[in-house]
């Protein structure tokens, strides 16, 4: 178990529809980041939140929409679904330091939500 | 540009070969930070090792060994007895900046199958 806590784990929707996918991040970690991997993606960067704020936006759709909670969990909300939207959606925190090791850029990665659009 | 090339998509052995994984890695900094990553059957990535760039010592953990050679822009990783367990994809990584992972580039993985 990574510490990292994703919900639901699958979810089967139609196009048009909207989903939310929900990311509680490891204790003590500020950071949570939103990745995608597709088969003919890869793994892409979503976005990144610290500490309740935007931090970083990479190839995130308009139609996708993320935020962080004052408690640090995070939503990853997907509207407007298409097909091409089915993918396994990651999320991922990050330390800041480590005994005095500067580790903000290692992640922890939890399970994933699979997400089916049909 | 950042950019991580494996150019090994899939690679098959049987229990107890070694085998290596390829990274080749393209930047224009002097300072940046190559990981790898494992992705087994149940899906969640896992970290395994994470390098500097002013660091350039060979390291092993276990089973695990990692060589990076700056002069030939690589870092590779080797699996020495290879167990069913290490069945998985691998994704080796490069970033630019320490201070964040959202610049993180990754590879397009390469996925390892041991045969027993």
């Known amino acids: 178990d990574s510490g990292v806590t994703q919900t639901p784990k699958h979810l089967i929707t139609a196009t048009g529809q909207r989903v939310t996918l929900r990311c509680s991040p490891r204790s003590g970690d500020l950071s949570v980041y939103w990745y995608q991997q597709s088969l003919d993606q890869g793994l892409q960067f979503l976005i990144q939140y610290y500490n309740g704020e935007e931090r970083a936006k990479g190839n995130i759709l308009e139609r996708f929409s993320a935020q962080q909670f004052p408690d640090l969990h995070s939503e990853l909300n997907l509207s407007s679904l298409e097909l091409g939207d089915s993918a396994l959606y990651f999320c991922?925190?990050?330390?800041?330091?480590?005994?005095?090791?500067?580790?903000?850029?290692?992640?922890?990665f939890g399970a994933g939500s699979r997400l089916t659009v049909l | 540009a950042q950019k991580v090339t494996q150019a090994q998509t899939e690679i098959s052995v049987v229990e107890k070969e070694d085998v290596t994984l390829d990274c080749v890695y393209e930047?224009?900094?002097?300072?940046?930070?190559l990981f790898w990553y494992k992705q087994p059957p149940s899906g969640e990535l896992v970290f395994l090792i994470r390098?500097?760039?002013?660091?350039?010592q060979n390291e092993i953990s276990g089973r695990y060994s990692w060589n990076f050679q700056k002069s030939t822009s690589s870092f590779n990783f080797t699996i020495t007895a290879s167990q069913v367990v290490d069945s998985a994809v691998y994704f080796c990584?490069?970033?630019?900046?320490?201070?964040?992972?959202?610049?993180?580039?990754f590879g397009s993985g390469t996925r390892l199958s041991i045969r027993p």
């Open positions: 990584a490069l970033s630019e900046d320490s201070s964040s992972a959202s610049k993180i580039i």
């Open positions: 991922a925190s990050s330390v800041e330091v480590v005994r005095g090791t500067l580790r903000a850029n290692v992640l922890t």
């Open positions: 390098r500097n760039s002013f660091d350039e």
């Open positions: 930047t224009r900094d002097t300072t940046y930070y």
